[in-house]
């Protein structure tokens, strides 16, 4: 048999027929042969989806030198058949294309041809498109997160690093508070008392005493006494300037209380306990 079309020869794949010159397709039925008609989503005849079709069927790449060409009007040969498609009995139910990324696309096989379900094609097109570009946002967000985060970290880092750790140091300030320095001066819960000025001589007493959250300072304070300030609990004294003379202990922290005195002149030592810190400087 030849190509009902140009007159080529023919290549076999089971009970179906491909021209090796102009790459028409033919069905071997009841002893003849019948064109198969392949039409391209939209109707014409497309070279490279009747390839893609011939492959579906089992034919291998062209062979050199085929040009391919519309199916003309077949010479001597019978009409194709009316009912069920020129492949009925022939192609499986359900053949399906593929296209890159995209779910199998159904073939529909029937009188007129072959023929893509082009709603079903655009329908599964779009949920890619939709799939790409969830996948597109989704990578951005969590790229702006990471970058959100990395800054943040970067300014903690910053912060830390400014402040000598993160330890928050104390400083002065307050309520104005009048200490005349003639008798021991003591604070507690959550006052913030400040004296400024006070001259106090007190031998053989605690001149000061800060207990409980109380939270002291003193300015240009000076203080003549047995121990000078002694902080317990969580009591905080912040001395600016003046000077301590102290018999026993300038001074004394315990708990986690803190002690600490800029500027000012001091004679004696100092004593610590638990988490008490004493600092001068």
């Not at 039925?29 to 989503?41: E, F, I, R, S």
């Not at 593929?98 to 007129?112: C, E, Q």
């Not at 903690?156 to 000598?164: C, E, H, M, P, Q």
Request: proline share 8%.
């Amino acid at each position: 048999m030849q190509c009902l079309h140009c007159g080529g020869a023919l290549e076999w794949v089971s009970a179906n027929a491909r021209c090796s010159r102009c790459l028409n397709l033919f069905q071997h039925q009841n002893g003849q042969l019948t064109p198969v008609v392949v039409q391209a989503p939209g109707g014409g005849f497309n070279p490279d989806f009747n390839q893609v079709f011939a492959q579906q069927l089992g034919f291998g790449p062209p062979p050199p030198g085929a040009v391919p060409r519309p199916p003309g009007p077949p010479q001597g040969a019978a009409p194709p058949p009316q009912q069920g498609g020129p492949l009925a009995g022939i192609v499986p139910e359900g053949l399906n294309i593929r296209i890159h990324g995209v779910a199998p696309v159904p073939i529909n096989f029937g009188a007129g041809g072959v023929s893509v379900n082009q709603e079903k094609l655009e329908n599964k097109l779009k949920d890619k498109a939709k799939s790409e570009i969830t996948w597109l946002i989704g990578t951005i967000v969590v790229i702006g997160l990471v970058v959100v985060g990395v800054i943040g970290l970067g300014i903690y880092i910053y912060v830390v690093a400014k402040d000598g750790g993160g330890a928050k140091k104390p400083t002065a300030g307050g309520d104005d508070t009048a200490w005349d320095g003639k008798a021991p001066f003591s604070c507690g819960g959550n006052d913030t008392p400040r004296i400024k000025g006070t001259v106090a001589n007190l031998p053989g007493k605690t001149a000061i005493t800060v207990t409980g959250n109380c939270q002291l300072t003193l300015e240009n304070v000076q203080i003549t006494a047995a121990i000078g300030i002694e902080a317990g609990a969580n009591g905080q004294v912040v001395m600016n300037g003046g000077s301590i003379t102290a018999t026993t202990n300038t001074a004394v922290a315990s708990g986690n209380a803190q002690v600490i005195i800029t500027g000012a002149k001091t004679t004696g030592k100092s004593k610590k306990s638990g988490n008490g810190k004493v600092s001068t400087n």
